[in-house]
């Protein structure tokens, strides 16, 4: 250890360092080596914390609780400084209470700046990720400014047409592979209740396919049911299937409908047509235009009014009972915007 040695006392740093000699009256051939003391001093500094270390050596199945390594500092005694610092990629997801330990030092926790230890899989592997020691803890900096610090598993909306890194993909129901990679989020999956409920198993296991579709919440997220989504049949929807409110992963629905008769309802309308007859009247000679006889034996022809007899035109109305069915668009206002999940 050389860089922790050193004193923010110019006048205390004369022999603070073995490997860098700056003693007042010192020998002039030593000048050469204590600048180049000081040299690999700072490089030691910088590698330990560049990401340049690795932990852990090892790969197991599943996650690790202790994570070790060598540093090119090495730090000595069995308690680190406080506010020494590593950066390390991390080879491997941490097991919940993970420990930390650098070079002969004890093993000592990794907690959340909170002071918190950290939740399993908080640090993924291939990421680099700084640690300060507190006197107690390795400390693991800017967790919640990470831009590593979306949880695996997590589903954002994107802007772009493709996944940001490989720590993210598409959600459009795509198969992954286990194997060592993406154990954190078989893990995951395999906890949810249903297991794996966008299909697949522990060995390869389906992504949400969120194409063409709207998210909803569990009905009974937090324990009790809302009731706002329960059993619905939507087989013959353009999704398919019966959504069931509280099953994670249960899926339907349609964008268009047709209605069935039995859906519109059948029904009757009333109409009333009022026709009160009507008669037709004319002119004609003698008694409705036909001539008489007379009381004095003349014959009448005389003009006279007369009426033809009342009638009806017999209009008659038809009634349908049933409505047609008619399609219509079933969607909501909508904006089409791609869905990544965090795989890594």
Request: neutral net charge.
């Amino acid at each position: 250890m050389t860089f922790y040695a050193w004193s923010t006392n110019a006048a205390a740093n004369d022999v603070a360092d073995g490997s860098v000699n700056w003693q007042e009256g010192q020998s002039p051939g030593t000048v050469n080596g204590s600048g180049r003391g000081m040299m690999a001093a700072l490089a030691k500094f910088r590698d330990d914390n560049s990401g340049l270390l690795k932990a852990p050596a090892t790969i197991t199945a599943g996650t690790t609780a202790t994570y070790v390594v060598i540093s090119n500092q090495v730090l000595t005694g069995l308690t680190p400084i406080t506010g020494q610092a590593v950066c390390l990629t991390i080879n491997q997801a941490n097991a919940a209470s993970a420990t930390l330990k650098v070079d002969s030092t004890n093993a000592f926790p990794i907690h959340s700046p909170s002071g918190t230890a950290l939740a399993a899989n908080t640090l993924i592997a291939g990421t680099p990720y700084q640690f300060t020691f507190s006197g107690t803890a390795w400390i693991l900096n800017n967790q919640t400014t990470s831009p590593f610090y979306v949880p695996i598993g997590a589903i954002l909306p994107y802007a772009g047409g493709a996944a940001p890194n490989s720590s993210f993909a598409l959600c459009f129901g795509q198969l992954l592979t286990t194997g060592t990679t993406y154990t954190a989020l078989r893990d995951i999956l395999a906890a949810t209740s249903p297991a794996f409920p966008y299909g697949g198993n522990a060995t390869a296991f389906n992504l949400p396919d969120l194409r063409g579709r709207v998210l909803a919440a569990p009905d009974n997220l937090g324990g009790s049911a809302a009731n706002r989504i329960g059993t619905v049949d939507t087989s013959t929807g353009t999704d398919g299937g019966t959504i069931v409110g509280s099953t994670i992963g249960s899926h339907g629905g349609t964008s268009n409908w047709t209605q069935s008769t039995a859906q519109v309802g059948s029904h009757t309308h009333t109409a009333s047509v009022t026709d009160p007859g009507h008669v037709h009247s004319g002119l004609g000679n003698g008694a409705f235009g036909v001539a008489t006889l007379g009381a004095n034996g003349v014959l009448d022809q005389s003009p006279r009014a007369s009426n033809t007899g009342s009638a009806t035109t017999g209009i008659t109305v038809g009634i349908s009972t049933t409505a047609a069915a008619n399609a219509m668009a079933w969607l909501q206002p909508t904006i089409i915007i791609p869905y990544i999940i965090r795989v890594l």
